[in-house]
């Protein structure tokens, strides 16, 4: 059976992940996750003439780092999946150009990374392909220039907005072992409950996170107890805290065992207001630090949902709330991952 | 084997197109399809406060329509893929908080229709899901004044730009019989010559939907005759006057078995200069027209090239030249496509 339930599905083979790297922004690297991080550039301009070809370069970079740890070419990789916050997702077409590798554009705002990962697992484990990247990509000042304000502009910003982060996540799936495996995926329906406060992006994301987390584990039977970790993209201090109360309400206790990428990345006295978001969020985060403590065997089994806001500058000039949506995905140790399914 | 050569993934269980359907706007209410088409608006708003709102109207519309022919409601859909031209794809994100199936968003300009059916297929020909919706949508004023002029200030337009179809395409993609059959897709790479020109995204594009059709015939040893129709997305009377003379160059005489649907939806007396162009352009065009061809047997098997232009107003003005993206889609006659295989 390749689908449990309604929205979850099931990969027969599970594809493994044989490689992934996290390229970041400075502020990102003097950040709690710091030794995590692949490369840490040393400015937000990488040596470009903007931050739009900045964030194209930080994408392909992280592409090429992953490849290379496995010494493969470009050439040799059958599918590219990726995407950003862009305007028609140009850091990932332009990267895309450059690698020349055979291209599907996403767009699931924050929640592309998962969602590259989960259309990229279904490419290998349904016999479509053998070896895939997944990757997503976000800049600080391409997004606040874009959806809010440009940086030079120095507006304050509410102690509810979130840190766009500047960086890139890419992970290379291949069929066989080798790494991680990706057990099972659960795909998001568009949740709205009628947030219009663009400067509180994770409270308009938290209903969907809980409604994706909710679902697979109907979908699956399995509950809590199954999951060493159960992380969020990028909800944040509030987000976090909303997702919570939603869980408990629904009767799961959620613990210590809950977590999301958007409060690890950064800390408190870098000034990021409740935390970290963007694509490059959960991207760098779960290629980066995740990664490394599902290798270790720290986490045996984890769920992280890549959570995104719907929104453009357009709707919500149009009077429209922010719809939410999250994707989930399930890796799980390599070693581990026969017994944990036997659970 | 369900990948031919490199690009090109061939479907052991051909998924069949149960239901199609098209919602255009007046102007192409009144071009030469007129008749394939379920649903023209009678005017470009459709009721609704702004031209964003009316499309993300038009395709809700085609959604319900495709569903309605087949006597199934959206809870009964395992998953949409889809997506539209807009900034953050907020045609699409809407439509599908409204809908409210399980939702997977894609960019990939105006190839965007092709990659859903793509996507689509892999999902149900891999297992993963029983039925699916891909839909694309595009509108004419939506377009203008997000990568041009806003209508109102009638800017005079070059004789080698398009028109943005008004519209949305949906079609229902499920396992088994009862439609015609998707039977193999080559996805593309990102191709860009340097063209600068945004006036001009037909000869943009030509090159990577040549690049698509040849890469197609290269993995499957097929040829131009074993096809009824060749048919690009919307590169317009200049692109596709370019793709014609690079086919031939490679030796391919495509002759009229190629078409175009950007010159096919408007009537040069419409005044839309070269053609059509927008998303929905070939997914009106493959959803009306098409299928009403296929299903009546008068094609027996065509490759429909969806071809994406993959710039931004913001990458232009950086200096940037617009990148080319091709996915092309092989759907059969449903009482032909098994002889057809054995060719």
Redesign the interface.
């Known amino acids: 059976m ?2 449990a339930g ?2 979850t ?1 099931i990969f027969q083979n599970p594809p493994a992940i044989l490689s992934s790297s996290a390229v970041v922004g400075p502020k990102e690297g003097e950040g709690p996750l710091k030794k995590t991080f692949d490369l840490v550039m040393k400015d937000t301009l990488c040596g470009e ?2 931050w ?2 900045a964030e194209c370069k930080i994408l392909q970079e992280a592409v090429k780092i992953a490849l290379n740890k496995v010494d493969l070419k470009p050439e040799q990789v ?2 590219l999946l990726a ?1 950003d ?6 850091s990932a ?2 990267a ?2 450059q690698l ?10 924050c929640s592309t990374m998962i ?1 590259s990962m ?2 990229g697992s ?2 290998v ?5 053998d070896t895939v990247v997944a990757a997503a990509s976000s800049h600080h000042d391409t997004a606040e220039r874009q959806y809010r304000f440009p940086s030079e502009l120095g507006v304050q910003r509410p102690l509810t907005a979130q840190w766009t982060v500047t960086g890139a996540g890419a992970c290379l799936i291949a069929k066989g072992s080798g790494g991680p495996r990706i057990t099972s995926a659960t ?6 409950l009628g947030i219009k406060d663009q400067n509180d992006m994770g409270s308009a994301m938290a209903p969907a996170a809980v409604d994706t987390i909710t679902q697979h584990f109907q979908d699956t039977g399995h509950s809590m107890d199954d999951f060493d970790l159960i992380i969020t993209g990028d909800l944040a201090s509030l987000g976090k805290a909303l997702a919570q109360q939603l869980l408990e309400r629904q009767g799961y206790l959620p613990g210590d065992k809950y977590s999301d990428c958007g409060i690890l990345i950064f800390d408190p006295t870098q000034d990021t207001h409740a935390g970290g978001s963007g694509c490059a969020c959960s991207a760098v985060v779960t290629c980066g630090y995740l990664m490394q403590n599902i290798r270790s065997g720290r986490y045996k089994r984890m769920m992280v949902i890549g959570t995104g806001a ?6 919500l000039l ?1 009077g ?1 709330s922010i ?1 939410g ?1 999250a ?1 989930g995905i399930v890796i799980e140790n390599e070693n581990g991952y026969r017994d944990q399914k036997e659970m």
Chains 1, 2 share one sequence.
């Open positions: 390749k689908r309604k929205q599905l003439k903007s739009e070809k059958d599918f995407g916050l862009l305007n028609q997702t140009i077409n332009y895309a150009r020349a590798i055979p291209f599907l554009g996403l767009y699931g705002a969602e989960i259309l279904v490419l484990d349904g016999g479509y392909a795909i998001g329906k568009v949740i709205d719907l929104l453009s500058p357009v709707s149009q429209e719809p949506i994707h």
